[in-house]
């Protein structure tokens, strides 16, 4: 399984956010990115990301992360 939260990250310069989406092409799926923001809760964790915003569907389910990298 992708790391999504890792990829967008490493493309990102410091201080740069970005939101962090599933991409379907890439074979991602609602369900799927939910781990999404278990990747980036540990980067956050590590102090290399702030998690700025979680965008939730009705349902409950994570369909965008907004993310600002720190180091």
Known sequence: MRDIAKEVYE?????AAAWIRPVPVKGDTL???Q???DGAKAL?????IKIVKIQRQDDGLIDAIRIQKLS
């Open 11 to 15: 493309k990102m310069k410091v201080g």
């Open 31 to 33: 369900e799927s990115f």
């Open 35 to 37: 781990s999404a923001h």
């Open 44 to 48: 956050a964790d590590e102090g290399l």
